[in-house]
């Protein structure tokens, strides 16, 4: 039997963005006038957006990779994975580096370490979800004694006087006192940005260390019934209405 078609064709589909994309940003909120204008040409968007990139029946890493990340995270987490591999680190380390600011690219910024380690934590080993984690707020503490300093980014993202809150020197200090500090230290060490044109890594250089440090799900991620498969699927259809 035969899927009936939808939307039909010549339908408009109304995209209401995310409430955690809208508040405080002074942008209308269109839903109520999309609610309104709802009739038998205009639905709400559900399923796959022809405006972007389609995913394959059984979504793989670097599919994110090449399918929904900005420009600037491919760059930031592909350049942060090479010079991790450059200078010989661990793969536990590279692969930290890889996926640490994920959030970012697919999901939300807000509290990116927090949700990119929720995303990752049942394909890779606790460690490296730990890192990614930690990240976030060790970002924000120098340690000179491996050579970190607080980023020249993070003065002008948030100018020189900006405090980070208490959660955030909480976690800082547990990750300070913690078996993986460098581990995660280390993720802030190689995670820098860069403005300039200097050139893209290819990520099918990584190909083979993914194997081997990501459980990638055999039915997709997004489709294998783990704890955080919605994170992907939302990233894969990151238009729907409900
Ligand atoms: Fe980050
Ligand atoms: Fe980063």
Redesign the pocket.
């Known amino acids: 039997m035969c899927e009936p078609e939808w939307p039909q064709p010549g339908r408009t589909r109304f995209i209401v963005p995310p409430p955690v994309g809208l508040h405080g940003t002074g942008m209308v909120d269109p839903e109520p006038e999309m609610l309104r204008s709802l009739d038998a040409q205009h639905v709400m968007m559900m399923g796959d957006n022809p405006a972007l990139k389609r995913f394959p029946k059984a979504p793989t890493l670097l599919d994110f990779f090449h399918l929904r990340f900005p420009d600037i995270t491919f760059r930031h987490l592909l350049t942060s994975a090479q010079r991790a591999m450059e200078a010989g680190e661990s793969e536990t380390v590279i692969m930290a580096c890889l996926l640490?600011?994920i959030a970012?690219g697919l999901l939300i910024r807000s509290d990116?370490?927090y949700w990119?380690a929720q995303m990752v934590a049942p394909y890779v080993s606790e460690e490296v979800a730990w890192a990614v984690q930690y990240?976030?707020a060790l970002?924000y503490f120098a340690d000179e004694t491996v050579g970190y300093k607080y980023p020249d980014s993070y003065l002008r993202f948030f100018g020189p006087d900006y405090v980070p809150p208490d959660y955030i020197r909480q976690d800082a200090e547990l990750a300070r006192n913690h078996r993986w500090y460098i581990t995660s230290r280390k993720?802030t060490i190689y995670?820098i940005y860069f403005f300039d044109n200097s050139p893209t890594p290819d990520p099918e250089i990584f190909t083979d260390l993914i194997a081997r440090n990501f459980r990638q799900p055999e039915q997709g991620l997004g489709f294998d019934g783990s704890p955080v498969a919605h994170m992907w699927r939302t990233a894969i259809w990151p238009n729907n209405f409900l």
Do not use: A, K, L, P
């Open positions: 640490h600011d970012n990116h370490g990119g990240h976030q970002r993720v995670d």
